[in-house]
């Protein structure tokens, strides 16, 4: 639970501090929870990065960031300075001992002038291998030693199979306390992503059908228009299935079809999840192709502009293997959704920018009304949707108006832009804060990343032993491959992805 100010005085050191991430979203974030008043009354901002800039001339980038990526516009000068009073700068090669043990002397400092012990966040925006390395240098220099008050946060990929995830667990767990580790998933921290436990648990109408037998199918799409931008050397390494199913996707399943918590404690709430991910139905490596279907986009048109196809991208190989679309098909062997297919696809360059999760009912087990009336018949959908729109919608059948009964799927709609005047925190605001106060609960434990590394282990290992021979299979500004259609109607049913207008 947040509250104003109950922060205690903190120090964020950020590895990474010149980089995109820090520019883009961790440095809005802070100041958005500065301007709503729920940073802690004293904290220090040390950005470490590789680029030599004065503690000034860090700022003014951060400055710039701010008024082109913070949601609440430009910041006021007075406003800003005031902030960025608290952020300092250094140049460093994070291999190098002394790095960290300046870092243990300006603490110590600061501890002494403000006379109190300081919560320590130590934020990792820095590519995944250099991650053990910082880690250790951490952990020798003593500067995680107390255990309640210093945290380590970690950007995704963690790891980039089951293997090297277990390995980094490994290695972490030498130095530090698992309560200490913050993976970020920043999905969990949407606010549309939070309120599907609100949806969930704080309503008795939906929990007594939420099972095998009223729930047909379930789907997730998550579709961007965005093609890789200047993130081709690091896509290379990923792809669609690393980059967002292993994380954001498996994780929307989760809150989908996780049991109700006794409790929003962060262990509880992350053990009803990791029960989600270890009851996934294991698929034979031969049977991949009837569950995982993968994509890269060609060249194409997004909103009336013509794009390049992935392997014309920067930094991407031209003939490169890497998928740009994944969706996958799996079941969870449980007493609730025996037998329910949860379908996921995800997509760069597709036709549109949409996450959404549907949630299809089963027919009615009797159709009483004649043919005519129901043509335009259809299942009960529960519709959440995401981003862009946000909100959640139930159709169901009505009477359409008029001397016959004709029947027509209609809407009942909870949208939050109508609802509600209050601006919507970024995701980095609520979990920036979560980690300064220390709940865990919306952050990734060691043991859900492996779990959802292993249900993908198959995928992983056939895709790379038979490298895809029709890459690039669909046009940028389409809804991804054939073979995903074909994945979804073997079962007869087709991909639903509707933005809040849409009628069908
Ligand atoms: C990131 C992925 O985790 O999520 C990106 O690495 C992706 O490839 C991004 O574009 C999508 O996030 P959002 O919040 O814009 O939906």
Sequence with gaps: M??????????????????DLTWRKLMPALYNLYLADMMPKK??????GRQDMSD???????????????????????????????????????????????????IASLEKEWDT???????????????EVVASRIGKAGLAADKLKSRLVIEKPFGRDLATAKALNKKLAEIFEECQIYRIDHYLGKETVQN???????????????????IDHVQV?????????????????????????????????????????VSFNADEVRNRKVDVLRAVRKISHSDVHNYAVRGQYDAGWINGKKVVAYRSEKSVDPNSKT????????????????????????????????????????PVPHQAFPQESVENWQP??????????????????????GLSMYLTPVDMLFDYSNTYTVGTPEAYETLLLDVMQGDATLFMRADQVEAAWEILTPVIDTWNANPSVNFPNYAAGMQGPEDAEALIARDGKSWIAMAFGEKN
């Design 380 to 401: 009960n959908k529960l519709i959440l949707n995401i981003q862009p729109d946000m909100g959640i919608r139930l159709r169901f059948q009505a009477k359409q108006p």
């Design 196 to 214: 599907i436990m609100a949806f969930r648990f704080a309503n008795a109408l939906f929990e007594p059908i939420w099972n095998r037998n009223y």
């Design 117 to 131: 012990t300081l919560t320590r966040i130590f934020y990792m925006a820095i590519p995944p291998q250099m991650i």
């Design 221 to 261: 799409t998550v579709s961007e228009q965005l093609g890789v931008e200047d993130r081709g050397g690091y896509y290379e390494t990923a792809g669609a299935l690393r980059d967002m199913i292993q994380n954001h996707l498996l994780q929307l399943a989760c809150l989908i079809a996780m049991e109700p918590p």
């Design 2 to 19: 947040q509250t104003i100010n109950q922060t205690e005085p903190t120090v964020i050191v950020i590895f990474g501090g010149s980089g």
């Design 43 to 48: 904290f220090m901002i040390l950005g470490l």
């Design 323 to 362: 998928e740009t679309f994944a969706a996958f098909k799996f079941f969870i062997d449980n007493w609730c959704w025996q037998n329910v297919p949860f379908y996921l696809r995800t997509g760069k360059r597709m036709n549109e920018t949409i996450s959404v999760i549907t949630i299809q009912f089963k």
């Design 56 to 106: 000034q001339q860090f700022r003014k980038r951060l400055h710039e960031g701010v008024n082109k990526f913070s949601r609440s516009g430009k910041a006021d000068a007075k406003t800003w300075n005031r902030f960025a009073k608290n952020i300092l700068y250094k140049g460093a090669d994070f291999n190098k001992a002394e790095i960290y043990n300046n870092i243990k002397k300006q």
